[in-house]
């Protein structure tokens, strides 16, 4: 493995600077660091729905997410659908995927071929949950692929990095029973998008400015793969030393002013609520994120009604309510060319009549153009509403449609409010849609 240059580990120090300075020290020096071992993942492993949820609500509590309702689809066939919603493109379906947060609720996605092996599934989560976090704290950045790497750093900032280097390339023989290697297979997987020398640079620098004793470095070492183990033993040996410069550069306060770490008791006692679907020949019930997006929001707008109802009911909106007040208008032009035709004419009758016509025809235009405006559908405020303008000047209601009359404001309005919620999905379907085909 080839050290990193001078410029990529500066990247790794700058972002995990920026990424400090943003949500703070505490999942830096404080999380904990988490390794395939029962410890951190006491649930009896099994490669199914039971299995995945267990180890996806695992990391949603590690990394501070708990608060949030999970909906998950696992999918066991390629998707023309799913594949015009990844964040980057691929020329196979990902082994996971993140879709957002709506109604509280995180949209996760994993291919089940990827589901044997715990490890994985825990790296692959771990990755999809940093996505996750970093979409709940606005840390996003608009690049796509240095998102991703930053993604992948943010997998260390959070205690998940020991699973995330390994994943960033595995050589191994052996199948996985619990979270043990055993076995006799041999195969080569390369996931992630930093690189095994970033990712173990990265390890690295958070182990020396935690300052971990050298037996707990060992035990942390033992659950490395061979290459990504000798990587993180050659940068320790380098940096020894330069904690101080290491701390300074990321900005890391003295010890005794660190947060401390939560009881880990405490994590596992934690739930997280899901939504599972599966998306199979077997399954079809449900195809694709359009039907998880429908069903899941359709149940949280259901749990929400009660509580939100009233703010639903009391927000203010309006209609435009075209007027059409130019018959005077046309009336007095008409009069005009009447007399100024029969004037022009000297009274002949064809001058008079041509005079009328055309004063009406110039009275109606003008009319229409002065006096044809809408109007705002409150009965209390009745304001114009200039052509572009998305809200009332006067009484400040929301303008969200058009009426031909103001007997049909109450029957409007409450048409609009049974139907916002589907709306709103719709447009957040076709927001995740278009944000992620770019």
């Known amino acids: ?19 400090i300075e943003q949500k703070g020290i505490q999942p ?15 649930d009896t492993w099994t490669p199914d729905k039971e299995g995945v949820q267990q180890v996806l609500s695992r990391m949603m509590v590690y990394a501070g997410l708990q608060d949030l309702q999970v909906s998950l689809v696992l999918s066991g066939q390629p998707n023309q659908e799913l594949n015009s919603l990844l964040v980057t493109p691929y020329e196979k379906k990902p082994a996971g995927w993140f879709a957002g947060i709506r109604h509280n609720c995180c949209f996760f996605g994993m291919d089940v071929e ?25 840390l996003e950045v608009e690049d796509i692929e240095e998102e991703e790497r930053l993604t992948d750093l943010t997998c260390v900032y959070l205690g998940f990095g020991i699973f ?41 620098v958070q182990w020396i400015v935690r300052d971990l004793p050298n037996m707990e470095r060992t035990q942390l070492l033992r659950h490395l793969e061979t290459n990504q183990r000798s990587y993180v033993r050659k940068t ?50 449900h195809t694709g994120f359009a039907d998880l997006f429908e069903h899941t929001s359709k149940s949280r707008r259901r749990d929400e009604a009660s509580s939100h109802s009233s703010d639903v009911q009391n927000e203010h909106i309006v209609f435009r309510v075209p007027t059409d ?3 005077p208008i046309i009336l007095v032009l008409s009069l005009v ?10 009274g002949a009758f064809v001058f ?3 005079g009328m016509f055309l004063g009406g025809w110039l009275g109606y235009k003008v009319g229409m153009r002065w006096t044809l405006r809408d109007e705002c559908s409150d009965p209390d405020c009745m304001e114009r509403l200039p052509k572009e303008a998305d809200s009332c000047p006067r009484c400040g209601g929301h303008i969200v449609g058009m009426i031909h009359t103001r007997n049909q404001r109450l029957a409007a309005e409450e048409e609009w409010h049974e139907t916002k919620g589907d709306r709103e999905e719709q447009a957040y379907i076709e927001e995740i849609k278009n944000m992620m085909s770019h």
């Open 337 to 346: 060319g009447l007399f100024g035709g029969n004037y022009l004419s000297g």
């Open 28 to 42: 830096f020096v404080s999380a904990h660091l988490l390794t395939p071992t029962e410890e951190f993942f006491p």
């Open 325 to 327: 007040s130019n018959v």
């Open 236 to 285: 320790l040996k380098r940096l020894k030393g330069q904690r101080a410069s290491l701390c300074h550069r990321l900005n890391i306060p003295p010890r005794e002013d660190w947060p401390s770490t939560p009881p880990l008791e405490d994590l596992l006692k934690e739930d997280i609520t899901f939504d599972t679907f599966w998306s199979t020949e077997k399954n079809p019930k």
């Open 352 to 354: 008079a009549f041509t």
């Open 114 to 138: 990827h589901i044997h092996e715990p490890e994985e599934v825990v790296a692959v989560f771990g990755h999809e949950v940093a996505h996750a976090y970093r979409h709940y704290h606005k």
């Open 1 to 19: 493995m080839a050290q990193p240059n001078e410029d990529e580990q500066g990247w790794v120090l700058d972002s995990l600077h920026d990424l």
């Open 164 to 204: 995330n280097t390994n994943s960033s390339f595995r050589y191994r023989s052996g199948g996985l029973n619990g979270l043990s290697t055993e076995g006799h297979q041999w195969s080569i997987q390369s996931k992630g998008y930093l690189s095994p020398e970033l990712f173990s640079f990265a390890l690295a």
